[in-house]
């Protein structure tokens, strides 16, 4: 998730909502742990569940990209409506 907020504060100012986008990812670079909250839902429910390996209550196959993926994808749906 910070990894994404990092692109997103050094994309180019002419990318469509960029002031709202570079807004959004320094409140999450300034507060990860509330941001992983708040974003939790909206990625668990981007998660294939099909190709999701569950041991015990941990997700074997979820990789780190995968993860950085839904985050990039999602990441429009929390800016501020105008």
């Given at each position: 998730?910070?990894?994404?907020?990092?692109?997103?504060?050094s994309?180019?100012?002419?990318?469509?909502?960029?002031?709202?986008?570079?807004?959004?990812?320094?409140?999450?670079?300034?507060?990860?742990?509330?941001?992983?909250i708040?974003w939790?839902?909206?990625?668990?429910?981007?998660?294939?569940?099909?190709?999701?390996?569950m041991v015990?209550?941990?997700?074997?196959?979820?990789?780190?990209?995968?993860?950085?993926?839904?985050?990039s994808?999602?990441?429009?749906?929390?800016?501020?409506?105008p």
């Amino acid at each position: 998730m910070t990894l994404t907020a990092e692109n997103v504060a050094s994309e180019s100012s002419a990318t469509a909502r960029h002031a709202q986008r570079a807004a959004l990812a320094s409140q999450i670079l300034n507060n990860p742990a509330a941001a992983a909250i708040n974003w939790a839902p909206g990625v668990v429910s981007q998660l294939s569940l099909a190709t999701t390996n569950m041991v015990g209550t941990t997700d074997v196959d979820t990789t780190d990209a995968a993860l950085a993926t839904i985050v990039s994808s999602i990441f429009n749906d929390y800016l501020a409506q105008p």
